[in-house]
């Protein structure tokens, strides 16, 4: 389970990195050069930011201790899937960060003992 979690929040931790580039990028464009007919900027603009720094590290940081401190590793997976649905919603782009991030999260909590090598 702990691999798995390694795993799943090395790939959630890629994707949220994705979404979190655009998605900063979009806040800072909207406010360096304004509002168009195609563009407008979101409500919470700093809390986008926030999710698009925080979530990439939170979710790789997470797998990163997922082998050795589970339950640190599956609080950081949780937080960085929260953070991503909170920031950006539930949509075709962040359906597979949050996935991946919170099976890693829940499958680092459940891990009771090392994995079998």
Do not use: K
Request: proline content about 4%.
């Amino acid at each position: 389970m702990r691999n798995a979690a390694l795993v799943l929040g090395i790939i959630g931790g890629i994707w949220a990195m994705i979404v979190g580039f655009f998605g900063y990028g979009y806040v800072t464009w909207v406010a360096e050069y304004g509002e168009t007919g195609l563009t407008e900027q979101v409500n919470h603009p700093l809390v986008i930011q926030v999710a698009s720094f925080l979530a990439p590290i939170l979710a790789i940081a997470g797998a990163a201790m997922a082998r050795s401190q589970n339950l640190p590793a599956g609080v950081l997976l949780l937080a960085s899937s929260a953070a991503i649905w909170v920031a950006f919603g539930f949509n075709v782009f962040t359906m597979f960060p949050i996935a991946m991030c919170g099976l890693g999260g829940i499958l680092a909590l459940a891990a009771r003992q090392p994995d079998a090598h």
